[in-house]
């Protein structure tokens, strides 16, 4: 279950595609951001931001009566300190934000031991940190750890590593038998995914119901992220994805990936862009998930482009994006262009959702 409503600070850059993002990050971790406060720089020396700053958030966080400061950059274990101790407040930074999102999604035992893995490294990294500035005597007793007790520490986790690792390797193996005798049987599955903030959940409680939407009503939920619906008659499964996370660090990938296992067994999926973004952007997010979809062992035939906000464009936009995207010369690639806030083309999404059901059944059929 997702925890809602730990009220958050935000502190963010001022560019307003980073500090959506950000936003959407916190809220998918059952954050609700009460605050937000943007600074060109994330990255100074002493609390990541510099003393004004800093002081200005320690004011509103005990004004507003805000537990958690989410910091969307990587901090160093002194600057947290730092920002923790002025703030009087915990302080998620980027890394452990993510890694608190992947844990609240990781469905299969093979994507906990991944998370796992990546919360030891994340550990690992912050005492190796530590134990640094203890050595050159500049934070002595650092959160009154000794450097001994450091070194225990760090045996600790690389010894949970190594047991980790081994548990991994025997779920891969069991998980290759389940897959190859897994029938097909349950409802047709609909996953939706693309970046954070293009709009993924708010689709999906479109598509589930939230909406009083004529012919789709809710069946079932079987978690915060996966309900079962009848659209005239037909009972479908969505499910809302983590998504990509732009500037994922290289050791969360395999927690990333295997929190989107899920995908190979969907009959659906729903690429969603945000087509209010610049072409380039469009262009480059697409690439990526494409080839991240494609290493999962996604069929293309899956596939339907989804482009959201079109409440934000204007039609002429979106086609020429579209052109340039050579998207509608490719039959298969059709997008689909909808709003999730205004309801708009939601009817298209569905007959096309409908329709790929059918030929993907009969052709498995035949
Ligand atoms: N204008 C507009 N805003 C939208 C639309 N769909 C989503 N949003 C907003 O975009 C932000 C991110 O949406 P969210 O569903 O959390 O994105 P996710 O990270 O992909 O799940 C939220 O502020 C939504 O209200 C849309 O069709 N039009
Ligand atoms: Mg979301």
């Not at 209010?276 to 952007?281: A, D, K």
């Not at 959201?308 to 490719?330: F, R, T």
Request: hydrophobic share 40%; proline share 2%; net charge positive.
């Amino acid at each position: 279950m997702i925890p809602v409503n730990k009220s958050a600070l935000l502190i963010t850059y001022p560019i307003k595609d980073i500090a959506g993002e950000a936003k959407s990050l916190a809220e998918s971790a059952g954050y609700s951001v009460e605050r937000t406060v943007t600074q060109k720089h994330l990255t100074r020396s002493k609390f990541g931001i510099g003393k004004g700053k800093a002081d200005e958030v320690r004011e509103l966080i005990k004004s507003l009566n805000i537990e958690f400061v989410i910091f969307d950059e990587i901090l160093k274990p002194t600057q947290q300190y730092n920002l923790a101790k002025l703030c009087e407040a915990d302080i998620i930074d980027r890394e452990k934000l993510i890694l608190e999102i992947f844990r609240l999604r990781s469905n299969t035992e093979e994507s906990k031991i991944q998370i796992k893995l990546a919360e030891l490294h994340y550990e690992a990294v912050r005492i190796k940190e530590k134990v640094r500035l203890a050595k050159r005597g500049e934070q002595p007793g650092f959160f009154g750890l000794g450097k001994y007790d450091a070194d225990v520490h760090l045996l600790d986790i690389k010894r949970r590593i190594s047991v980790l690792r081994k548990k991994l390797v025997k779920e891969e193996k069991r998980k290759v038998l389940q897959r190859t005798s897994r029938a097909r049987s349950g409802f047709p599955t609909v996953s939706i995914i693309g970046y954070t903030s293009v709009g993924k959940t708010t689709l999906f409680n479109l598509l589930t119901g939230e909406s009083k939407l004529v012919g789709i009503e809710l069946f079932t939920t079987l978690s915060t992220s996966s309900r079962i619906v009848n659209i005239k008659g037909n009972k479908v499964m969505f499910s809302d994805t983590v998504g990509f996370i732009s500037k994922l660090p290289a050791y969360m990938i395999d927690a990333f990936k295997s929190t989107l296992q899920e995908l190979i067994f969907s009959d659906i999926i729903l690429l969603v862009v945000d087509i209010s973004q610049s072409y380039e952007i469009i262009k480059k997010q697409l690439s990526s998930s494409f080839t991240v979809l494609i290493h999962l062992g996604v069929s293309i035939a899956k596939i339907i482009y989804v482009f959201n906000k079109m409440d934000l464009v204007k039609p002429e936009e979106a086609s020429e994006k579209c052109k340039q995207l050579g998207i509608l010369n490719e039959s298969n690639k059709n997008p689909v262009m909808i709003s999730s806030k205004t309801g708009m083309n939601l009817s298209v999404l569905l007959e096309t959702i409908q329709s790929k059901i059918f030929a993907n059944m009969m052709k498995v059929d035949n």
